[in-house]
């Protein structure tokens, strides 16, 4: 069962900048390269939303809703991959998942989620 | 952006009886080139993340139950428990992949009746 962990601060202040990475532990996180590796997440109790993703063989791609403040890039050393938002407010509260997957199911794997709480 | 509707938000259901959750996409999700549609379902429990169980709309994941079953083509779509069990309980969500930005469907929670 392939395994994908999430780690980052739980706590950020308003205005500022979010960051997470996601690891494969024990694994080889560039394999081959067919790879999608997405972010997610989920305000508590409420539904799924899609932040991004970045495949191996071209650029992230973002949900329009969040263009502007995300970054998703892979680490040189590919060990692992991160999302960065920006100008955080309360409202990006949420559980915020990473999910690998391939051209057949491209949110496969998920990990168990890192709840991050925007407040002063 | 596809819009994934879901019907209906919540049902409860008698044990092993059939849950029955419909998807509607806002266009289709019909591959042409290969025939597949990049529609797939997911359970989610309280406190854990989203599971995936059926692919390209009716392929089921490795390790799901046979009782999970995914139908359907182009924009609509079907989700069938045909025996619900105790450990059926959760939320179900259908997720378009076909284009970006990939979208989920609001949800429906399933409940023992």
């Known amino acids: 069962q392939v395994q994908v962990q999430e780690s980052g601060p739980g706590l950020v202040k308003p205005s500022q900048t979010l960051s997470l990475t996601c690891t494969v532990p024990?694994?080889?996180?560039?394999?081959?390269?067919?790879?999608?590796w997405n972010w997610i997440r989920q305000v508590p109790g409420k539904g799924l939303e899609w932040i991004g993703c970045?495949?191996?063989?071209?650029?992230?791609n973002y949900n329009p809703s969040l263009r502007s403040r995300v970054t998703i890039s892979v680490d040189t050393s590919q060990t692992h991959f991160s999302l960065n938002l920006s100008s955080v407010t309360a409202a990006d509260t949420a559980v915020y998942y990473c999910?690998?997957?391939?051209?057949?199911?491209?949110?496969?794997?998920w990990g168990q989620g890192t709840l991050v709480t925007v407040s002063s | 952006d596809f819009v994934m509707t879901q019907s209906p938000d919540s049902l409860a259901v008698s044990l092993g009886e059939r849950a029955t959750i419909k998807c509607k996409s806002s266009?289709?999700?019909?591959?042409?080139?290969?025939?597949?549609?990049?529609l797939s379902w997911f359970q989610q429990k309280p406190g854990q993340p989203p599971k995936l169980l059926i692919y390209?709309?009716?392929i089921r994941e490795s390790g799901i139950p046979d009782r999970f079953s995914g139908s359907g083509s182009g924009s609509d779509f079907t989700l069938t428990i045909s025996s619900l069990q105790p450990e059926d309980v959760a939320v179900y969500y259908c997720?378009?992949?076909?284009?970006?930005?990939?979208?989920f469907g609001q949800g429906t929670k399933v409940e023992i009746k």
């Open positions: 266009q289709s999700v019909l591959y042409s080139p290969n025939n597949k549609n990049y």
């Open positions: 997720h378009q992949y076909f284009d970006s930005p990939w979208t």
């Open positions: 970045i495949h191996w063989s071209g650029t992230p």
């Open positions: 390209w709309a009716s």
């Open positions: 999910a690998r997957g391939i051209d057949s199911r491209k949110c496969q794997h």
């Open positions: 024990g694994g080889s996180f560039n394999s081959g390269g067919q790879y999608y």
